[in-house]
């Protein structure tokens, strides 16, 4: 039997005059990606890079969730209702955002590796996104979106295009990278935000958005382990004293990084709009809960086995996390390794500006702070001392003192579903 559109595997190629502005933007801001393409067998026997729109088999081919469910996915903007229009289309917007913001963000400190191999996974991470960016122009351009724009394909090409580290949609990706820690710090924890976007997008109703999700989470799964694999270098070499990368350092990175990750989840108590509508298959806080799970088995529980075992290689996997999890909760010493040995979690009210933490006062450990000035003395000590410099702290200490003197922030940018 034939197969249908939905279910066939397809690579495209965007129409020639959007083709052209991509690989423009590429050469202009991304002028590394030519280097990464050359040299591509010399690293990977994965087959090479190549810039086009990849489409997998539905999951489904009826909606799985939301007021629709049990329908067969919709395969048009035609079948869908106009505020369904107008949300994909900015959902999509939001994706295609992210996706050129973090290239910009990665290339600020490309230069500063010192392992050309790690610079090189970052350089696969960076022209894999804008891949992703590629593909999420091509479901634009390949249908109509009158309803909600003239022809939202161009005008979303001029606007992100033209985008700078600063005016993308969301917070974490207007977060300038300082050193090559930001790169791996982002790619460990952020990415994996990715992943769950688009792990739970793989139900998503309008057809060619839930086609896009399995090429791109295939990829997403090699930027989460670039990495990882690069911090539990760093933490193996600095628990010997080794490497030039401490552990108080990727602590700090961590403390950056993770309030951020969380808040592109959307408020803890939203999302009820996007499951109704067949757009992914969580609410926000179930999301968030899961994220914040696999944080701690994945990244810090994997880290603290590396600093573990880099002294005692007979501690396995398994035991790792009982150890660490102890001396950090007692702060007494074992096997001669110390609380500021060990990496922990933030807590998820830590350094929050969305949802429903925003604002408060919470150390990276869960205790809550009254007296600002004590605060704002632990954020400057547990923040990397190269972002408590720059613009993006500055301003979330104004709308602290904003918020603590009763008034609304408004803070700039969106998290996804907001
Ligand atoms: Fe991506
Ligand atoms: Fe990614």
């Known amino acids: 039997m034939r197969k249908s559109f939905l279910d066939t595997e397809e690579i495209h190629e965007l129409p020639p005059r959007f083709h052209q502005r991509m690989v423009e933007w590429q050469k202009k801001h991304f002028p590394e990606m030519d280097f990464l393409v050359d040299h591509w067998s010399r690293h990977y026997r994965h087959e090479p ?3 086009i729109a990849k489409f997998g088999a539905l999951k489904s081919p009826v909606i799985e969730v939301g007021a629709l469910a049990g329908r067969p ?9 106009d505020e369904m229009v107008l949300q994909s289309a900015k959902i999509i917007k939001a994706q295609c955002s992210t996706e050129l913001g973090s290239i910009q963000q990665h290339r600020g400190s490309l230069n500063k590796a010192q392992d050309p191999e790690q610079q090189f996974d970052i350089l696969r991470v960076m022209a894999e996104e804008f891949r992703h960016a590629y593909q999420m122009m091509f479901v634009l351009a390949n249908d109509d979106w009158t309803r909600v724009g003239k022809d939202i394909a161009s005008e979303t090409m001029d606007e992100l295009l033209s985008m700078e580290t600063g005016a993308h949609v969301l917070d974490a990706f207007n977060l300038f990278f300082d050193s090559f820690v930001d790169n791996a710090a982002f790619t460990a924890i952020i ?7 688009l792990e739970m997008q793989t139900v998503f109703s309008y057809a060619p958005m839930a086609r896009s999700m399995g090429p791109m989470l295939a990829e997403e799964a090699f930027h989460m382990a670039t990495g990882v694999n690069t911090l539990r270098k760093w933490c193996y ?7 030039n990368v401490s552990i108080s350092n990727i602590q700090k990175h961590i403390n950056k990084w993770v309030p951020r990750g969380l808040e592109m989840f959307g408020d803890e108590r939203g999302g009820k709009s996007a499951v109704q509508f067949g757009f ?3 609410l926000n806080g179930e999301a968030m809960r899961r994220y914040y799970d696999e944080l701690k088995v994945e990244l810090i529980d994997t880290l603290n086995w590396e600093i573990l075992r880099a002294r005692h290689p007979e501690i396995g996997r398994p035991d790792a996390p009982i150890i660490a999890d102890r001396v950090l909760a007692t702060g ?11 990496l922990y979690l933030p807590s998820e009210k830590f350094y929050r500006r969305r949802g429903l933490y925003e604002f408060q006062m919470w150390d990276p450990r869960g205790v809550p702070m ?7 003395a632990v954020l400057r000590v547990r923040l990397p001392d190269s972002y408590v410099s720059g613009p993006d702290f500055k301003t979330y200490l104004e709308h602290l003192d904003q918020k603590l003197a009763g008034r609304d922030v408004k803070e700039e940018g969106l998290p996804f579903y907001g």
């Open 280 to 282: 992914k298959d969580l």
């Open 191 to 197: 990415d994996r935000v990715g992943k769950y976007q």
């Open 370 to 376: 009254r007296d600002k000035r004590e605060y704002l």
């Open 237 to 243: 070499a600095a628990s010997r004293g080794e490497g």
């Open 49 to 51: 890079f190549r810039l």
């Open 332 to 342: 007494e010493s074992e096997k001669d390794v110390a609380v500021d040995d060990l």
């Open 73 to 81: 996915k919709l395969a048009r903007t035609t079948d869908l209702e």
